[in-house]
T-cell receptor, first 114, second 118 residues
């Protein structure tokens, strides 16, 4: 089983739609959670961190359910510029105490269309 | 702030040659640098973690003699792909974490280096 699992998509949605992505992680020792955005042939860029209480940043809302080991991202009023791959990322301490390690999901591709 | 650069952006080389990729933190001191590899339509896979002044820690399945990592200063880490073969063609991305004004756990990513081995 992969450490971080996501539906690869693609999700094709019209401009203005609301779209949700889900992610599950297998390591219960995971400590921090993030959503990154990656454009084609570019490096990933941090979109937002995910907190247990849920958090919102403009049109983006992220939620974390530790009991179910489940993370979600909701995008409201989607724009053409939101088209990208959204990566679910989990951070856990290295087993040897050598610092944090990020584990990336394969990403969910979003295409926003006119 | 917290800018990470990589050089070169892309490289094409012949099979059997060695390629060095540089990763620099431009405006902060990176105590830890990470090297990732991403094949098409796959996730980023961590290759190794390096702390300044010490040997890199490699992930399982990554050959340390093939992927040489040097982290000699707090602003520079290099990855050398030795005797590159076509299967090493990939997108190599570094990230850096350190005292960049935020959490030391935050990783800042470089723009990546696309390696094509003919």
């Amino acid at each position: 089983r992969k450490e971080v699992e996501q539906d690869p998509g693609p999700f094709n949605v019209p401009e203005g739609a609301t779209v949700a992505f889900n992610c599950t992680y297998s390591n219960s020792a995971s400590q921090s959670f993030f959503w990154y955005r990656q454009d084609c042939r570019k490096e990933p860029k941090l979109l937002m961190s995910v907190y247990s209480s849920g958090n919102e940043d403009g049109r983006f809302t992220a939620q974390l359910n530790r009991a179910s080991q489940y993370i979600s991202l909701l995008i409201r009023d989607s724009k053409l510029s939101d088209s990208a791959t959204y990566l679910c990322v989990v951070n856990r301490r290295g087993i040897t105490g050598g610092g944090n390690k990020l584990t990336f999901g394969t990403g969910t591709q979003l295409k926003v269309e006119l | 702030g917290a800018v990470v650069s990589q050089h070169p952006s892309w490289v094409i080389c012949k099979s059997g040659t060695s390629v060095k990729i540089e990763c620099r933190s431009l405006d902060f001191q990176a105590t830890t640098m990470f090297w990732y590899r991403q094949f098409p339509k796959q996730s980023l896979m961590l290759m190794a973690t390096s702390n300044e002044g010490s040997k890199a820690t490699y992930e399982q399945g990554v050959e340390k003699d093939k992927f040489l990592i040097n982290h000699a200063s707090l602003t520079l880490s290099t990855l050398t792909v030795t005797s590159a073969h076509p299967e090493d063609s990939s997108f190599y991305i570094c990230s850096a974490s350190g005292l960049a004004g935020g959490s030391t756990d935050t990783q800042y990513f470089g723009p990546g280096t696309r390696l094509t081995v003919l």
